[in-house]
């Protein structure tokens, strides 16, 4: 089946040590996109990739990076994590931004945790 | 700007009952509009939208909404809740010049047996 995966489920590092969360596609989409949520709240758009163009959140910390290697792959690098950065972190796709109404598809998202 | 607000952050239900989720969407462009599905530790799944066809929707899992422009809503309902509806939902818009989803921040549904 298509699908999004993200890689690990959960993973734990530590107080400034950065660290990299992976996320692939099977889908073949255009689109793909990185989410923060915290808990119990909506989900929080940190960036996107449209092909090989990045989109970045106006509000999204500098410490918070992004890369695309091929169409399958996209990875978030978080620089120097903070408590503050311990989230589920989805990640998304779609197939075109300018179709009408695109789903956007998300994996099962990786759960962080900052000691 | 666009923006959603899901009235309720937790609704409980008996099994069998009917499911009532509300989400009211602003917008200053006809919208496009989602409900999206989180079960406890896993990503969100889309159970319907709406993209300016019929106003009412169905989705998956027996759910639909229907869109009512006058009152800027998109309510999700379920005739009958099953256990297995215990979750998290979550309203989202966007609009035609397709800028990013805009979720609301959520309605945890609980079942009761």
């Known amino acids: 089946d298509a699908m999004v995966i993200q890689n690990p489920r959960y993973q734990v590092t530590q107080f400034g040590k950065p660290v990299t969360l992976s996320c692939s596609q099977t889908?073949?989409?255009?689109?793909m996109y990185w989410y923060q949520q915290k808990s119990s709240q909506a989900p929080k758009l940190l960036f996107h990739?449209?092909?090989?163009?990045?989109?970045n959140e106006a509000d999204t910390p500098d410490n918070f990076q992004s890369r695309r290697p091929n169409t399958s792959f996209c990875f978030l690098d978080i620089r120097s994590p903070g408590l503050g950065d311990a989230a589920m972190y989805l990640c998304?796709?779609?197939?075109?931004?300018?179709?009408?109404?695109?789903?956007?598809?998300f994996g099962p998202g990786t759960r962080l945790l900052v000691l | 700007a666009q923006s959603v607000t899901q009235l309720g952050s937790h609704v409980s239900v008996s099994e069998g009952a009917l499911v009532l989720l509300r989400c009211n969407y602003s917008?200053?462009?006809?919208?496009?509009l989602f409900w999206y599905v989180q079960y406890p530790n896993q990503g969100l799944q889309l159970l319907l939208k709406?993209?300016?066809?019929?106003?009412l929707v169905k989705g998956i899992n027996g759910f639909e909404a229907e869109f009512k422009k006058s009152e800027t809503s998109f309510h999700l309902t379920k005739p009958s809740a099953h256990m297995s509806d215990a979750a998290e939902y979550f309203c989202?818009?966007?609009?035609?010049?397709?800028?990013?989803?805009?979720f609301g921040k959520g309605t945890r549904l609980s079942v009761i047996a």
């Open positions: 998304a796709t779609s197939r075109d931004p300018r179709a009408r109404g695109e789903t956007q598809y």
């Open positions: 990739y449209y092909d090989k163009d990045f989109n």
């Open positions: 709406y993209t300016s066809a019929a106003t």
């Open positions: 989202a818009v966007s609009d035609p010049r397709n800028t990013p989803l805009v």
């Open positions: 917008s200053s462009v006809p919208p496009y």
């Open positions: 889908l073949n989409h255009n689109v």
